[in-house]
């Protein structure tokens, strides 16, 4: 194992003449796709690896600045298939954050994908005059404070509201356990990250098929942004809603979500 895989905690699993990436998003890490997984080692090689910053990687290893900006992680990405001799065209399904991060990737080597599946994306976060992303910077400078003053109390807090649920529901109490397991100076860094970025001029870049997913209800991401995404991507897309509630819908509602994804990973988007 290279260096850049143990610090991702790379895995690859199965056998296909294929490769599938999975990606996750804020606050989770690989396990979050536990529920999918084994619909795919039959017929796929699958890569799983942790973005850094995960409760499950080595905070040490963790650069701020690098982190500032997406870059970063596509950067982590593109290093990632590189060590594991990744030449032909692989899938990518990347939630929230990843799915930015799949876009920035496929931006730099189109060569490397052969589609993007987006979970749960959002190009821009804050609102403006022509553009609805669900927050102000009122409330975003909110929620960084929160995360600064107590960040446990703010774990117990955004963990229901972002998946939809409860703490006595038990994928709520896991994503809060993935959350709280983020060291707080890591988890505010790319959180500001996160939700202060404006992809939206670098959409047209992308040329390679992206398949847009999102729940119908979404704290994070309002309905309308996979529409946006839809009309803005360089290459072709397609958009289908869910009548899930949450962020994490893979988690919250499997039944539901794995037939979606698998339906997308095994299909194309016609010209």
């Known amino acids: 194992m290279g260096i850049v895989e143990e610090a991702h905690n790379v895995r690859v699993l199965g056998s296909g003449d294929e490769t599938i990436v999975l990606a996750h998003g804020f606050g989770t890490d690989q ?21 850094m910053g995960a409760g499950t990687t080595n905070p040490d290893y963790f650069d701020f600045e690098r982190y500032s900006s997406l870059e970063g992680f596509a950067y982590d990405l593109l290093a990632i298939l590189e060590e594991l001799g990744i030449v032909h065209p692989c899938i990518f399904l990347g939630h929230s954050l990843s799915a930015m991060v799949g876009a920035l990737g496929a931006i730099a080597r189109p060569d490397l994908f052969s589609k993007i599946i987006m979970l749960a994306a959002s190009p821009r976060y804050l609102n403006d005059p022509e553009y609805y992303g669900g927050f102000e ?8 404070e929160a995360m600064r003053e107590n ?18 529901m038990v994928y709520v109490q896991e ?39 999102q729940s119908v209800k979404d704290l994070a991401v309002p309905v ?9 991507l360089g290459g072709n897309s397609s958009v289908e809603v869910m ?4 962020h994490l819908p893979q988690l919250s509602s499997p039944e539901m979500v794995v037939p979606v994804l698998l339906r997308h990973i095994h299909g194309n988007i016609a010209a």
């Not at 536990?34 to 699958?46: E, F, I």
């Not at 942004?225 to 839809?230: A, P």
Request: hydrophobic share 40%.
């Open 243 to 246: 009548s899930t509630d949450g």
């Open 175 to 213: 994503f809060s356990r993935t959350l709280f397991n983020m060291r707080p100076d890591v988890a505010l860094c790319v959180a500001q990250t996160i939700f202060q970025i404006d992809m939206r001029p670098y959409l047209g870049l992308v040329t390679v098929p992206c398949h847009i997913i």
């Open 137 to 144: 910077q009122a409330d975003l400078d909110q929620l960084f």
């Open 151 to 168: 960040y446990k109390a703010w774990c117990s807090g955004f963990a229901p509201l972002a998946i939809g649920g409860d703490m006595d």
């Open 224 to 232: 309308g942004v996979s529409e946006y995404l839809h009309q803005h």
């Open 31 to 51: 396990s979050v796709w536990k529920h999918l997984v084994p619909h795919l080692v039959g017929s796929y090689r699958v890569v799983l690896y942790d973005n």
